[in-house]
T-cell receptor, first 111, second 112 residues
Framework: DAKTTQPPSMDCAEGRAANLPCNHS???????VYWYRQIHSQGPQYIIH???NNETNEMASLIITEDRKSSTLILPHATLRDTAVYYC????????????FGTGTSLTVIP | SQTIHQWPATLVQPVGSPLSLECTVE??????LYWYRQAAGRGLQLLFY??????ISSEVPQNLSASRPQDRQFILSSKKLLLSDSGFYLC???????????FGQGTRLTVV
């Protein structure tokens, strides 16, 4: 079962930063937070992940609160191609290391 | 580099017919393998995962089964399809808990 909650939808103006929040209040100390996005009828695309520290790559930044109960994905300069469903996932740390997807946030970038 | 292959891309099957979807991974060894299903307008539901050859864990009771006959091959099957089996089926693989999972492009199954 998903261990995260996200707003169902958000809008963002093209060129502005998109800040997508995620709550994961029951996260365990060794569980990672992952972000994926899915464009219609395609497989999910990996964006970024982190454990405790903030992370940045060429796609986005991930800000994790000190208590690790929530995080924010930041797309610094949203483009129309960033319109997608964004999933915040807490990865279970056991033998299978399963990913459980929630319902995600549908981000619409507006021209 | 690692790649994941999933086929077919689309499939239309009658109710009661069998199903076999195949997924293969190249460029890695002993991956964790996963099957997900996405119903129309819904999120991804984990169906099965496997940590090794012949080792299958089922997440939800259903009309489907999975098998892993080789290290990098994962098969999703059904003996008799139901209308409710329609959906977008995705295969994925990963290595360790601190690395990402990579997804195939999916199979869109329509049971008629």
């Amino acid at each position: 079962d998903a261990k995260t909650t996200q707003p169902p939808s958000m809008d963002c103006a093209e060129g502005r930063a998109a800040n997508l929040p995620c709550n994961h209040s029951t996260i365990s100390g060794n569980e990672y937070v992952y972000w994926y996005r899915q464009i219609h009828s395609q497989g999910p695309q990996y964006i970024i992940h982190g454990l405790k520290n903030n992370e940045t790559n060429e796609m986005a930044s991930l800000i994790i609160t000190e208590d690790r109960k929530s995080s924010t994905l930041i797309l610094p300069h949203a483009t129309l191609r960033d319109t997608a469903v964004y999933y915040c996932i807490v990865r279970i740390t056991n033998t299978g290391n399963q990913f459980y997807f929630g319902t995600g946030t549908s981000l619409t970038v507006i021209p | 580099s690692q790649t994941i292959h999933q086929w077919p891309a689309t499939l239309v099957q009658p109710v009661g017919s069998p199903l076999s979807l195949e997924c293969t991974v190249e460029g890695t060894s002993n991956p964790n393998l996963y099957w997900y299903r996405q119903a129309a307008g819904r999120g991804l539901q984990l169906l099965f995962y496997s940590v090794g050859i012949g080792q299958i864990s089922s997440e939800v009771p259903q009309n489907l089964s999975a098998s892993r006959p080789q290290d990098r091959q994962f098969i999703l099957s059904s003996k008799k399809l139901l209308l409710s089996d329609s959906g977008f089926y995705l295969c994925a693989w990963s290595v360790r808990q601190d690395t990402e999972a990579f997804f195939g492009q999916g199979t869109r199954l329509t049971v008629v």
